[in-house]
């Protein structure tokens, strides 16, 4: 039988071919949500739709034929790695995955010669390590561009690309939205990259978690900065009626030495039908996932319910990144 030609960028539509030439992303270290203004993040999530109709047409876009990601991961991970990983081979790439535990860290190897190693095989090296602020210092000794793929209780910025552009799609804005986030504010990584996007936006934020649990006082002090409003709870009752999105995250046990303080508050908050009840019923309940009892398996059925479908947008969002980053004259 004939061979089906691969899909190049031929098959883009003119507008994104020009966007990814001229990529404020280019050759970037991806190390803090920040970094990027609201129009950047906008460009960003051009390219992650017309990623999404490539993957929906095609199943993939060979636009990174012959580059190589390297994929380091000191901690654990489901999503960020398999989906970077699915990400650059959906884009014609190739990918090298390394861990923490059967790499030459065990014998004591630096997270800098380990980076400088990597920039040798790979065009780009995806990173997690458990300390904030790793990330940066792998930038600076990384001759081929680091994403912060989490670093520790720091950030986590391309899951916060993938949770805003989760909310346009899901409801169609981010403007004048109410927006809860839930759980464990002090330890997610996830929410202190996210509030720092949601600052782009004219939002209401509620912070509910436990007292112990609070949102750190230099992300508060960057909103306040920011001249954005926040008001902050112990009980979801307060404010699950108002909420547009309640953002959901797990009590990250593996950040406490004191485990009798985790089993304290692990339960805090139970996300069931009868939570649900009392939500709007346009609205969308979201969570990075991993889940432990946070979320209810009832809720999955709920329409609202929006955290598998987040994972998936999240597959659209780093091939756009991975193109953005990697790619110059298509
Ligand atoms: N959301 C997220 O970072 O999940 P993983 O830890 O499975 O990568």
Redesign the pocket.
Known sequence: PASVAPHTVKDMPPVITRILNNSPFYHRHILSSKQFDRQELHTLFSVAHEMRTQVERNGSIDLLRGKVMCSMFY?????????FSAAMMRLGGTVVNVDGSSSSVVKGETLADTVRTLGCYGDLTVL?HPDPGSATTAAKFSKVPIIN??DGIGE?PT?AFLDVYTIREELGTVNGLTITLLGDLKNGR?VHSLVKLLAYYHVTLNFVSPISLRMPEEVKTELTSAGIAFNEYTDLNEVIGDSDVVYVTRVQKERFTDLSEYERVKSAYVINNKMMSKAKTQMVVMH???RVSEIEPEVDFDQRAAYFRQ?RY?LYVRMALLALVLGKSF
């Open positions: 901690e654990p991970s489901t999503r960020t790695s398999c989906s997690r793929a989490g986590h899951q996830t990075p996932l991993p994972m999240g």
